[in-house]
């Protein structure tokens, strides 16, 4: 068949079809959309296609995984646990594992594309955060990134839990625990859920109706809102030479995007299949069924929940008891504050941010880090908090291995949990605060270049180059934070005194958290020492450049 022939039938064929569905102009306009490059943004499709290695290793464990409860004798080629009494489900797990034919490395590979989903969309989202990509007109896109957050936890408990093997039921004796322990309503929703007593007989088929049917639906509907809204608002793009609010500069959909976004997928699933086939995970045979009398010691869930188990081996004991009723508080504050306060910070902070500097416009180029410290500093110590929670879930494993008290492990973590973050917030905030005395000292004297100049009185300094140009562009596409105008409170003040304290604070808030910590003109002073004096200056304030000889003064 000839070249000519096969591309004048394919032409037919896309005549045919965009004279029915008028696709030819829609893919025309958008295969040319612009994205902007910068290897940051590649960290969110680690969560998309990691998702897309879910559904299709999901859907082969489907074909042989039973969701049952009934009790079997397990007959199967693992000759430890033959004659065993187990669950329909764990019996299908072992099955699927070691007599399945690629079964092992369809679970392996389900459960290492579930930690890197949930790991990828972390991260995702702390880019988000920490450059600012949340303000307007994104908020939206936002909120839908913390539900997918909440409900690939949920999805991940779900299908953790589904094995019914020894470490698993141990999780779903916590979740059992934590239910049990809400006020009012906590007995009934675990009869409901449980389908009776702990453990009842229809948690697994309830949860597995849950994991591969509700909620796949709603985050493949969520994901699917999230992309149409970044690719409708367009993307947003670091600073840099000939960016602007009003631009885009990138490469097109089409090759340029596609191609590098296909070789990532690429590269992505060989990932997870590489980790699949040589890095055991989860190995279900080796804990053996679950039963509620038993448990096994050094066990840790996956890293998205053994936050909530640190916060429940380091909270202390504590009760009330009030009519009758008693509140167990030691089970309420570690389970459901951590994570209520991570989620709704995150819900909550961009339109904190807003009411705090009165900033409503629309921003498509993102902020450096380092260029809004006090945001920064509240990230990193989100991240001190969570990483302080998920480090004490291995309490026990650490006391052992390290041959430390458990006790004072759990005291030290208890006084960590509240001086880390406050910590490592002052640390990160004065660290941005000395980046961006660097970026000013930078434009103002250029980068050091090793090269030692002697001036002819004797002195010796250092020989400064000026900073590359696109260097200096992303340096100087810094904008200040917005700070409110006092007269934006002052109409406030002639009201009650519950508002007009409320605006004073707001005004406070607002100059402590915005305006310019550090100018860019900060580093354009001149006599500083080792720059070089006045006289050896550029018109632009920058060092005078030299070719580092030594330039002695004339006898």
Not at 22 to 29: D, P, Q, V, W, Y
Not at 35 to 57: C, M
Not at 293 to 322: C, H, K, V
Not at 352 to 372: A, K, M
Request: proline share 5%; charged share 15%.
């Amino acid at each position: 068949m000839s070249t000519g022939s096969t591309s004048g039938r394919l032409a037919r064929a896309g005549v045919f079809f965009d004279a029915r569905l008028g696709a030819a102009t829609f893919l025309k306009r958008n295969m040319r959309k612009i994205f902007p490059d910068h290897w940051t943004f590649l960290l969110g499709e680690i969560a998309l296609y990691t998702f897309i290695i879910l559904l299709l290793t999901g859907t082969f464990l489907t074909f042989f995984f039973k969701p049952g409860m009934n009790e079997v004798v397990y007959n199967g080629s693992y000759s430890p646990l033959k004659g065993v009494l187990m669950s329909e489900a764990y019996a299908s797990s072992l099955d699927l594992s070691l007599d399945v034919r690629g079964g092992l490395l369809m679970r392996q590979m389900h459960h290492w594309a579930a930690l890197l989903f949930i790991g990828g969309m972390m991260i995702h989202m702390l880019r988000v955060f920490f450059n600012g990509a949340y303000r307007k007109p994104r908020e939206l896109n936002w909120l839908i990134g913390v539900a997918l957050l909440a409900l690939a936890l949920l999805e991940g408990l779900t299908g953790y839990s589904l094995l019914d093997d020894l470490l698993s039921g141990a999780g779903l004796r916590i979740t059992a625990g934590v239910m049990q322990a809400l006020p009012v309503v906590g007995t009934w929703l675990t009869f409901i859920l449980f389908g009776g007593e702990y453990p009842g007989q229809d948690i697994i088929a309830r949860f597995y109706s849950i994991h591969i049917l509700l909620l796949p639906a709603v985050l493949l509907a969520l994901i699917t809102a999230h992309l149409i809204l970044t690719w409708v608002l367009k993307h947003t793009q670091m600073p840099g030479k000939g960016r602007t609010n009003h631009n885009v500069v990138g490469a097109p959909t089409y090759p340029s995007f596609m191609v590098k976004s296909g070789a990532y997928f690429m590269f992505t699933f060989g990932v997870v299949a590489l980790l699949g086939a040589s890095a055991q995970i989860n190995p279900v045979w080796l804990y053996g069924p679950y039963t509620p009398a038993d448990i096994s010691a050094g066990t840790q869930p996956d890293f998205y929940l053994a936050f909530l188990d640190g916060s429940l081996r380091l909270m202390p004991s504590w009760e009330i008891n009030f009519l009758s009723f008693t509140l167990p508080m030691s089970v309420l504050i570690p389970a459901l504050v951590p994570l209520g306060v991570i989620l709704t910070g995150l819900v909550l902070y961009p339109f904190i941010e807003q009411w705090i500097t009165g900033d409503y416009r629309e921003h498509h180029i993102v902020d450096r880090p380092r260029n809004n410290p006090h945001r920064t500093a509240i990230g990193v110590s989100a991240v001190t908090f969570y990483g302080i929670l998920w480090l004490m879930a291995s309490n026990d494993v650490i006391a052992a291995v390290f041959h430390l008290s458990l006790n004072k492990m759990i005291y030290i973590g208890r006084v960590l949990v509240f001086l880390g973050p406050a910590l490592a917030y002052f640390a990160t905030y004065r660290i941005c605060l000395g980046l961006q005395r660097r970026d000013a000292d930078a434009l103002g004297h250029g980068v050091e270049t090793g090269v030692i100049k002697r001036r002819p009185a004797g002195e010796y300094i250092e020989v400064h180059v000026p900073s590359l140009e696109s260097i200096e562009a992303q340096v100087r596409g810094k904008e200040p934070i917005p700070v409110l105008e006092e007269a934006a409170v002052d109409g406030a003040r002639s009201r009650g005194g519950k508002h007009r304290r409320l605006r004073e604070l707001r005004l406070r808030m607002s100059r402590a958290y915005g305006g310019e910590k550090v100018p860019l003109d900060a580093g354009d002073h001149d006599g500083r020492e080792g720059h070089g004096a006045p006289e050896e200056r550029d018109r632009s304030g920058r060092a005078a450049v030299g070719r580092g000889t030594d330039e002695k003064s004339p006898p």
